[in-house]
Every structure is written in C-alpha cells, then in structure tokens.
C-alpha cells in the first residue's frame, strides 16, 4: 500500500499563510485522487480539498473557496496545501488521504491516510 506523511503545520496568526506537503511512498500516487481532511478538537473529521489523479481537477469545501489551493507532483510524488487568509476555525489536524478512484471527495473512498498534521491558527 502507498504511505503518505504530512509537514508543514505549525502555528500562524490570522491572515497568515502555511503550506503544507505530503510526501508518499511505497506506490505511485499517479494511481490515487488525493485529497485533505481535517479534524478540529471535539468535532468530525471533514473535507478540505481533493485533487483528480492528473491533476486536472480540483474541488474545495465552501469553507475555504479562495483560500487554499491543492496541487500535485506526480514525478515527485507529493500532494500539497496551500492555505492563505488564515482563521482561527481553520485550526485543525490535517490530514493527507488517497483514494483508488481518479477524483472523489468521499471520505468513505480514501483507504490511505497520514498521521495528521496540526494547524493552529491564533493571535
């Protein structure tokens, strides 16, 4: 199965920026949609962006339209987020998931997750 580690979470005022990357290994994600999820303390696991396996598709939740961008370099087998016009409800565990299915934003669909990275987002 493919492997896939989060980075780049840490902590940011509002209004500012992170970008964070998600590193695969075991498979190539060309075979994968890709996408990100979220968990804030006490709250459901939620969808944040996903990400067509050649990256020609892209959707976001209506949370974060404007504000956060998914990418994908298949060669370097990486997923990226990033995340401007930070809020403090973006504060969360983010998570990098893939799927075998060429685009979905089902959580049900991704069979593969990260460990999750945290977002703190706090004047």
């Known amino acids: 199965q493919v492997q896939l580690v989060e980075s780049g979470g840490g902590l940011v005022q509002p209004g500012g920026s992170l970008r964070l990357s998600c590193a695969a290994s075991g498979r190539t994600i060309i075979n994968y949609g890709m996408g990100w999820f979220r968990q804030a303390p006490g709250k459901e696991r939620e969808f944040v962006a996903a990400?067509?396996?050649?990256?020609?598709?892209?959707v976001y939740a209506d949370s974060v339209k404007g504000r956060f961008t998914v990418s994908r370099d298949n060669a370097k087998n990486t997923q990226n987020l990033q995340m401007n016009s930070l809020k403090p409800e973006d504060t969360a565990v983010y998570f990098c998931?893939?799927?075998?299915?060429?685009?979905?934003?089902?959580?049900?669909?991704?069979?593969?997750w990260g460990q999750g990275t945290q977002v703190t987002v706090s004047s």
């Open positions: 998931a893939a799927a075998n299915f060429r685009f979905t934003t089902a959580s049900y669909d991704y069979h593969y």
């Open positions: 990400i067509s396996r050649n990256g020609d598709q892209t």
